[in-house]
């Protein structure tokens, strides 16, 4: 059983920044990656950006350059540091966690933290 849960949501102007942290437990989770998804209202779910548990990072389009994460396998917890943050970044952050062992699929999600970008 893997356990998510999100913080560091809040609301800034354009341009600012805001750190998210998802804090993990369970068993075996620095083995897995440790992905950022974000919902805006009326839209679908996206892919925001991920990290192996080796390190290898993976991003979106709309926010490389911009957003950085980065894990501490000490600690179980991944971070999302969002820099320049437009007001199409406002949405609902997820963090996801998801894996096949012996051929059953687990799929966990956090509660989400709310970003809300406006001036």
């Known amino acids: 059983q893997v356990q998510l849960v999100e913080s560091g949501g809040g609301l800034v102007q354009p341009g600012e920044s805001l750190r998210l942290s998802c804090a993990a437990s369970g068993r075996m989770i620095t083995l897995y990656a440790i992905h950022w998804y974000r919902q805006a209202p009326g839209k679908q779910r996206e892919y925001v950006a991920g990290i192996t548990g080796g390190g290898s990072t993976n991003y979106a389009d709309s926010v490389k350059g911009r957003f950085t994460i980065s894990r501490d396998n000490v600690k179980n917890t991944v971070s999302l540091q969002m820099n320049s943050l437009q007001p199409e970044d406002t949405a609902v952050y997820y963090c996801?966690?998801?894996?096949?062992?012996?051929?059953?699929?687990?799929?966990?999600w956090g509660q989400g933290t709310q970003v809300t970008v406006s001036s």
């Open positions: 996801n966690v998801a894996y096949t062992a012996s051929n059953k699929k687990y799929d966990y």
